[in-house]
């Protein structure tokens, strides 16, 4: 888990330079990603933090005594009112949304997954808090909980800071997080969180030369018999408009798909979201970016990210 910077962020006393104070920028984008499930948001959260300390006057900065902390606060409550608009917006979305995948510039190989060559100030930090399974449920809590947990369980922040920064009472703050807590435990799998071993990396591959092969027999032994695979077109891709449940169903719902799709479809082995995952290309475009939660030696959920709003970091990846 990322460890709790920002009672002293990096930053040094008084009016610090741009360096010291851009110097936060990855902190605060690991922190909008995982707030937001949006790597695009999380970027405006930074520039509207950045804007808000720079508006300050020069007394005001100086009278700061952490600007690494008063820019994780900031971030903090600016994420806190997206959370409460995405509700809304979320009504009127087309189909299922699932959070936007996070790219990483290297194919991986069975047992070792690539760390890329992005600018290490514009990298998201890969630890569990930000694979696919994670951010899903994170999206399932209140803007309260969702703030109150990832603060204090994934940034490490006391309670009392983290109380400042929600509007409530510590003790309200820990039973957010506790109500939070409990929904991660409920929604892990069976078998327990894996790390990005070469099982993983394994059954992802199985699954796409099942797939490619349209072995509906293959696929159906990957699958989990409670398997689930949503999509997300947001109303600009065609997916199917609800989440295919049941091992048998999703396999013959894929070997359908590459049976339509045939020769124009090729695959990459790609790292999403820290995890063993696929990028489709169809004629030549980016298609579709599939992130997976593997229990055991079985697929249990499919996430499969068409809407093309979600894929453009995904372009120059």
């Known amino acids: 888990m990322t460890s709790h910077a920002g009672t002293g962020g990096g ?27 949006s790597l695009a948001d ?56 699932i959070p936007e995948p996070l790219p990483e510039p290297t194919e991986w190989a069975t047992g070792c997954l690539g760390t890329g060559g992005a ?14 399974a994670f951010l ?21 922040y006391p309670f009392a800071e983290v109380a400042e920064i929600v509007g409530r009472t510590p003790a309200a703050c820990r039973q957010l997080a506790s109500s939070a807590r409990r929904r991660v435990r409920a929604a892990q799998s069976p078998a327990g969180p894996k790390g990005p071993g070469a099982g993983q990396a394994d059954v992802v591959r199985r699954f796409r030369t099942a797939w490619q092969a349209k072995d509906i027999e293959a696929l159906v032994g990957l699958l989990d018999p409670d398997a689930v695979a949503t999509a997300d077109g947001g109303g600009l891709a ?20 590459a049976r339509v799709s045939g020769d124009r479809t090729t695959f990459q082995e790609r790292t999403v979201n820290g995890l063993p995952g696929l990028v489709a290309w169809q004629d030549g475009a980016l298609a579709t970016v599939f992130a997976f939660e593997i229990a055991g030696d079985r697929i249990r959920r499919i996430w499969a990210v068409r809407n093309p709003e979600k894929l453009r970091p995904w372009q120059t990846a």
């Open 238 to 257: 065609v997916t199917h408009p609800r989440p295919i449940v049941g091992g048998e169903r999703i396999a013959r719902a894929y070997a359908e798909i």
């Open 136 to 156: 899903v449920v994170l999206d399932t809590m209140t803007p309260a909980e969702r703030v109150a947990f990832v603060l204090h369980d994934v940034f490490r």
């Open 119 to 132: 600018d290490p100030a514009d990298r998201v930090t890969l630890d569990e808090s930000v694979t696919m």
């Open 42 to 97: 999380a970027e405006d959260v930074v520039q509207e933090t950045y804007a808000r300390w720079y508006a300050l006057s020069p007394r005001e900065r100086e009278a700061i005594d952490s600007p690494g902390a008063w820019l994780m606060t900031v971030a903090s409550r600016v994420c806190l009112n997206l959370l409460g608009s995405a509700r809304a917006r979320r009504e009127t979305y087309v189909g299922d949304w």
């Open 11 to 37: 930053t040094e006393q008084g009016d610090p330079g741009l360096s010291a104070i851009m110097s936060e920028r990855r902190q605060l984008i690991n922190l909008g990603y995982r707030l937001l499930g």
